[in-house]
């Protein structure tokens, strides 16, 4: 493992605190960069009131020296405004006298929520206080994952990769606008494994045009008329004290072939890209390409067969390449020649990355917490009531789909880290450099 991160912190403790390490040096980094994606998770319909009272910023604390990283581990901090409102109940020291009153905002919360951590965790931990676990298991931690992902993006870009998300579904309702998997390519177009087929939305560019539109949107959602009707679902489940789940959808362009390996199960960077999504809260599925899809599918319908045409006049670009000013400044990973006509693997067989973007979608459960609380049972009376109701969100998958960004981010980093190593970004671009020029000549 190349990159490796943690981090600490409850949901209404004083910060939450990361640790990046494995960030060569000599990549230049600013918390400025940084609160961009927070203010991206923060947003979308359907966020609670904590929103409001959060105003999220990344403190660089170690690693980065006059704007740029020094090779050492790279520490975050980012306060939790919301503290100030819960410094007796989240107090690290013990208090005299103790907490008494009842309730989720004084003493022993005893009621767990069913679909949430609560119940699990207590038994876990031997605690019948359901906010010990509450708090850690909130996705106000995905904040921290944000913020490394945002480093770990900035990575990405210096090779020409891009990586961002959109919401295709909020409940029943589904976009009408996304990326397709198949289609016809055009005679003439530059035979790139990264842009097979512009006119049927297979392209790089697609997927930012996609990016871009779902950036406008309340819900973060390409598709207009979808969106409105995604925030009219939201409103009624806020009415009706219930919540949403949906799927979002992340994309990484202008990855190189050869990342993740198919020598040993955890080197497959599928199952790596599967396990970091499936680690964000409330999220129950994952799937790759066309995915489940497949599984009704003949092989003959599903494979991205292999072309080859032979250039004569057409010039596709590569990174450092700067000669035909007409092309897109993106990275083509591939020889000339070697093409596709669908992505219906999205981007990955065997394990290992094929040139064409990588697409993932990822499935989020309602949030547990409802307004209307569910049934449960005390714990330590053993009499069934209501389940607690901690403040939440109505529908967090716009906000979802960034911290998506960010965990595929981080996988693709290290995967291009153990590909190319290097302690310092010179060393990095060099390895790279070679590798593309073998793939010039394959």
Avoid at 249 to 270: K, M, N, T, Y
């Amino acid at each position: 493992m190349a990159i490796r991160y943690l981090t600490s912190g409850e949901s209404h403790g004083k910060a939450l605190i990361g640790i990046l390490e494995g960030v060569p040096s000599g990549l230049s980094v600013s918390s400025v960069g940084i609160d961009i994606d927070l203010r991206r998770r923060q947003g979308g319909h359907g966020r609670g009131g904590r929103m409001k009272i959060e105003a999220d910023r990344a403190q660089i604390l170690s690693g980065v020296r006059f704007g740029k990283t020094i090779g050492s581990p790279i520490a975050l901090l980012i306060e939790n405004k919301d503290w100030e409102n819960w410094q007796e109940i989240m107090s690290v020291t013990p208090l005299s006298p103790p907490l008494t009153k009842g309730g989720i905002r004084g003493g022993d919360v005893t009621s767990p929520r069913p679909g949430h951590a609560d119940l699990a965790g207590a038994v876990k931990y031997d605690t019948h206080d359901m906010r010990n676990i509450l708090e850690r298991s909130s996705a106000r931690e995905t904040a921290m994952r944000t913020a490394l992902g945002a480093i770990a993006k900035r990575f990405l870009s210096e090779f020409g990769i891009k990586i961002g998300s959109y919401v295709i579904q909020i409940g029943n309702q589904v976009s009408g606008v996304r990326y397709r998997v198949s289609g016809d390519r055009k005679e003439g177009d530059c035979p790139r494994f990264t842009d097979a087929v512009v006119e049927s939305g297979l392209s790089p560019k697609k997927l930012l045009s996609l990016f871009k539109k779902a950036e406008k949107s309340p819900v973060r959602c390409p598709d207009k008329n979808a969106s409105l009707k995604m925030v009219q679902l939201i409103d009624t489940a806020a009415k009706n004290g219930n919540s949403l789940g949906g799927i979002f959808e992340v994309f990484a362009s202008g990855v190189p072939v050869g990342l993740g390996s198919h020598i040993q199960w955890d080197q497959r960077l599928d199952g790596r890209l599967a396990q970091a999504l499936m680690s964000i809260q409330a999220i129950k599925g994952v799937e790759i390409g066309m995915g489940f899809e497949m599984s009704r599918k003949s092989g003959s319908e599903v494979m991205d067969e292999i072309f080859f045409r032979k250039v004569s006049g057409v010039r596709c670009q590569v990174l450092g390449d700067s000669k035909n000013k007409d092309l897109e400044p993106e990275t083509w990973n591939l020889k000339p020649g070697f093409y596709r006509k669908t992505n219906n693997a999205g981007g990955i067989e065997g394990g290992m990355t094929n040139g064409m973007p990588i697409i993932i979608r990822a499935a989020m459960k309602p949030i547990p917490t409802l307004r209307k609380p569910l049934h449960s049972v005390d714990v330590n009376t053993k009499k069934a009531l209501k389940a607690a109701y901690e403040r939440s969100d109505i529908c967090a998958v716009p906000a979802a789909g960034v911290v998506g960004e960010a965990m595929t981010a981080l996988v693709i980093a290290d995967a291009f880290l153990e590909k190319f190593g290097g302690d310092s970004m010179t060393e990095v671009k060099r390895n790279y450099q070679g590798y593309l020029e073998n793939l010039r000549r394959f």
